[in-house]
């Protein structure tokens, strides 16, 4: 049992470049969620899903595009990376929004220069 | 809208003192309330849970008390290990609204 899983784990890009992190989760998890964790600012919700084929955006969804073609996967995507993107991203994933409960994965360390 | 504060970090201590990181927060209804650690390195995990007033949270020696009428949930440890260093993250969630995180509050412990 694998729970939340992120590929890649770390990943330099330069400015204007794109790329796509992965999420997985093998607990049959409805809802899933991207964040990004910056030195003093905490947890910052970038975009969530309540269930396959479904997104809506967080707290800090610009630069961001997401999909979840599969109930088991979340992409993050990065059109044209920015300096101020570079960050620590991690996907959760919860049985349903309510409970709070959430499962993380490792995270992903993302520098763009 | 929802929020959550905590104190700031970092907090520093020796390895059998006892610790307290505060947390307070607004929210519309009855939010649920938690405490996640996170190690270094690592992925958040959830460390204890109250879903409602005068609850009390607990696991690995560490407890919560929900507070409704100072609207806290001081998370405490009587006696701390140099393996409970770690940044630890308050959060709540009301209704249907996604989960908030306060900023976060590193712990060290030395031995």
């Known amino acids: 049992n694998a729970g939340v899983t992120q590929t890649p784990k770390f990943r330099v890009l330069k400015t204007g470049q794109s790329m796509t992190l992965l999420c997985a989760q093998d607990?049959?998890?409805?809802?899933m969620y991207w964040y990004r964790q910056d030195p003093g600012m905490g947890l910052r919700l970038i975009h969530y899903?309540?269930?396959?084929?479904?997104?809506a955006k967080g707290e800090v969804p610009d630069g961001y595009n997401v999909s979840r073609l599969k109930k088991q996967n979340f992409l993050l995507g990065l059109e044209s990376a920015a300096p101020s993107q570079t960050s620590v991203y991690f996907c959760?994933?919860?049985?349903?929004?309510?409970?709070?409960?959430?499962?993380f994965g490792p995270g992903t360390r993302l520098t763009v220069t | 809208g929802n929020s959550v504060t905590q104190m700031e970090g970092p907090v520093t201590l020796s390895e059998e003192a006892f610790l307290t990181i505060n947390c307070t927060y607004t929210?519309?209804?009855?939010?649920?309330l938690f405490w996640y650690v996170q190690y270094p390195g690592e992925g958040l995990q959830l460390l204890l849970k109250?879903?409602?007033?005068?609850d009390k949270g607990s696991n690995k020696g560490f407890e919560a008390t929900y507070r409704k009428e100072t609207t806290s949930f001081h998370l405490e440890k009587g006696s701390v290990q140099v393996s409970d260093s770690a940044v630890y993250f308050c959060?709540?969630?009301?209704?249907?609204?996604?989960?908030?995180f306060g900023k976060g509050t590193r712990l060290s412990v030395i031995a």
């Open positions: 959760a994933s919860s049985y349903s929004r309510g409970t709070g409960e959430q499962y």
């Open positions: 607990m049959n998890h409805e809802y």
């Open positions: 899903s309540v269930g396959e084929g479904t997104t």
């Open positions: 929210a519309t209804g009855y939010p649920s």
């Open positions: 109250a879903t409602k007033a005068d």
């Open positions: 959060a709540l969630v009301s209704g249907n609204t996604p989960l908030v």
